[in-house]
């Protein structure tokens, strides 16, 4: 599918999710406002939104669609986003730029200069890996045995040799190495365990074993390293976010950059996945946990939990069945592991 019908498709999302709101749930305006702003490169959607509204993601129903303007829903930088009011309920509209001249006839170059609706650059590299596998899916995946002669480590363009791929099993494969496994932080159970994207293989021969040849290498290969199917890319182009339709209680269990203290733009896995209801593009709200405080008027009572504070917004870009990535949109305190995520207010 083109990025233009993408594009359309996002169009219609936004349409029909605006549509279906009932007229007395109008979003609420920051009291900081402005009435006009003016788009600049390096804006994103979300980053607009939260301008105007203090639920970003509520943007499509205040959207007026001007019919004076050519592809209203694609924004560029140099457009200006005014606010106006009609019987009482606020509105945005655009008004297209002198910088964007554009032809009935759109090019893909134009497309790809319309602002996004979040920073794709923070999750690019994570639409497709790392991955989230269970123990029996890693343990059953064909795997690696052999470089040949005596070597022990492979490279790009090198010969492997692997076990357990079937003749009519794919052609192209993703080389994993098992990683940390992913624990609830409210059962301790086991989630899944993160799969280490190491590079990608082709196979040249089936057979026991079939022959591949490596590529893309981002970490030396060695022996008994698993081959997964190649995973297919999400598309960019539909990140318009929306709200879980279901309740949503859960946590942070892991940071993908390793860092101790989360911030905006950090991506973080949850202990929620599609099981649990939880969809690509849908906004959670973070609560940072309050610290557990000594009462010292009245020392006998021990001591008592402080309740947890709002902290900032993520929303999951990439779903598994009992795991989720989620990047941190907006962030008004300092969080960490353990941080619950639920429902935004």
Not at 5 to 27: C, H, I, Y
Not at 120 to 138: E, M, N, W
Not at 139 to 154: K, L
Not at 270 to 289: A, M, T, Y
Request: hydrophobic share 40%; net charge neutral.
């Amino acid at each position: 599918m083109s990025k233009y019908r993408l594009l359309l498709l996002t169009t219609l999302l936004m349409l029909s999710f605006a549509g279906r709101l009932p007229a007395a749930e109008s979003p609420q305006l920051k009291a900081s406002h402005p009435d006009r702003y003016l788009v600049k490169r390096g804006d994103t959607l979300w980053d607009i939104s939260a301008r105007f509204l203090r639920a970003p993601w509520r943007w499509p129903e205040i959207w007026y669609v001007n019919p004076q303007v050519h592809n209203p829903h694609l924004i560029y930088p140099g457009d200006v986003i005014e606010l106006s009011y009609v019987d009482g309920r606020p509105r945005l509209s655009l008004r297209r730029g002198s910088l964007v001249k554009l032809s009935p006839q759109i090019r893909e170059g134009e497309l790809d200069s319309a602002i996004p609706a979040i920073p794709i650059s923070a999750i690019q590299q994570f639409l497709s890996r790392p991955y989230v596998l269970d123990k029996q899916t890693l343990n059953a995946a064909p795997y690696i045995v052999s470089f040949g002669e005596d070597h022990i480590i492979g490279s790009s363009n090198t010969r492997a040799y692997v076990r357990t791929i079937g003749a009519d099993d794919p052609a192209l494969y993703d080389v994993v190495r098992p990683g940390k496994a992913y624990r609830d932080c409210d059962s301790d159970n086991i989630l899944g365990y993160e799969a280490l994207y190491l590079g990608a293989a082709e196979m040249q021969k089936p057979g026991d074993p079939a022959t591949v040849m490596l590529s893309n290498m981002e970490l030396e290969f060695i022996i008994g390293d698993r081959l997964i199917p190649e995973t297919k890319q999400e598309s960019l182009s539909s990140f318009i976010p929306k709200t879980p339709d279901r309740e949503i209680d859960g946590c942070i269990i892991s940071v993908l950059n390793g860092v101790s203290q989360i911030g905006q733009y950090n991506i973080v896995v949850l202990n929620k996945g599609s099981q649990d209801g939880l969809e690509p593009r849908h906004v959670l709200q973070i609560n940072r946990r309050g610290p557990m405080v000594r009462d010292t008027v009245n020392p006998a009572a021990g001591r008592v939990k402080l309740p947890d504070d709002e902290a900032g917004l993520l929303m999951v870009f990439r779903v598994f069945e009992r795991v989720s990535f989620g990047l941190v949109l907006s962030a008004t305190n300092v969080m960490h592991l353990g941080d619950r995520v639920v429902n935004p207010e």
